[in-house]
């Protein structure tokens, strides 16, 4: 299994025309991606050729829709037109939008969230890498040659740092992995994705990554606690932000004690969560971890 995208997927990439939608389309499909269409209003009826493979480009996510059955969407659209895009994406039915574009004014970020959430699409990001469940689908940016199907499940605000934990534990592998982005305003958040890989059969230890700013996974913390029954491990990026600066996403913002890394660190803690010092050491524990349980499938137990 995998949460949120399968084999079974369908995916449109709004966008597919441009240079970062063709080159992921193009990198999605090579991962396995059932890539149904482009949407280019401009492009309408033309088919393109993406490494052998014809895909044809609808003048709208409906029209799409329509003719392919498509149920994901991917995109690429530049931020000044995004907000239309994901409403589009709603009004179509679609119930996954993958908002890979950075920069997006939180004010329409704000508005296509509420808009998509009473229409029962959920979104991923903005400004986020997308998600992969290994060996089915790719939706996004996320390479898929550094990691395996596995029963790891990873939830992750940072791009750079999902890819890291995927490599660290790629002897492992991995059910699925999610990068829900550092903005301010997201839409799947740590919680929805922990519900999700808890109620997975095939996911028997998730690892969740945070930042400074917020309160994001203090309020993760809390449903681990009550919610969560399978092993949890955490890594927070900022220990050596200095403090009342603003760093990285523009989602981490300090203000005195709260949202600090120690903060999050000892709320994680407290809810029974192992918390790695590094990316390195987080994977170690994932590591141990299984190895207590006997479940260790490392390739020649060691690199």
Do not use: W
């Not at 993958?98 to 959920?122: K, L, N, Q, S, W």
């Amino acid at each position: 299994m995998a949460i949120f995208l399968t084999k079974d997927s369908k995916v449109i990439v709004q966008g597919m025309t441009g240079a970062e939608g063709m080159k992921h389309t193009r990198r999605m499909l090579a991962a396995g991606t059932d890539i149904v269409g482009g949407v280019n209003p401009r492009k309408a009826g033309v088919r393109v050729d993406v490494d052998g493979r014809t895909v044809p480009v609808f003048g709208s996510v409906s029209a799409a829709v329509g003719a392919t059955g498509a149920d994901v969407t991917v995109v690429f659209v530049p931020p000044p037109f995004a907000k239309a895009a994901v409403i589009e994406a709603a009004d179509a039915g679609i119930p996954l939008a993958v908002v890979i574009t950075e920069g997006i004014p939180v004010h329409d970020a704000v508005a296509f969230h509420a808009y998509a959430r009473a229409r029962a699409t959920r979104i991923i990001g903005p400004n986020c890498p997308g998600l992969i469940s290994p060996g089915q689908s790719n939706a996004g940016i996320i390479p898929s040659d550094i990691t395996k199907p596995g029963r790891i499940g990873l939830v992750s605000k940072s791009g750079t740092l999902t890819y890291q934990l995927m490599y660290e534990l790629r002897d492992i592998g991995f059910s699925s992995c999610v990068g829900i982005g550092g903005d301010p305003v997201i839409g799947t958040t740590h919680i929805d994705a922990l519900a999700a890989f808890e109620a997975d059969p095939d996911t028997d230890v998730i690892v969740m990554i945070g930042e400074i700013g917020g309160d994001a996974e203090e309020r993760a913390a809390r449903f681990i606690a009550e919610r969560v029954t399978k092993p949890v491990v955490g890594y927070i990026a900022g220990f050596t932000a200095p403090e009342g600066k603003t760093m990285g996403h523009a989602g981490a913002i300090v203000s005195g004690s709260s949202g600090t890394a120690r903060a999050k660190k000892e709320a994680l803690e407290a809810a029974g969560v192992r918390v790695g010092a590094t990316p390195t050491e987080t994977a170690e524990l994932v590591f141990a971890l299984l190895a207590d349980a006997g479940d260790v499938r490392r390739a020649g137990q060691g690199r």
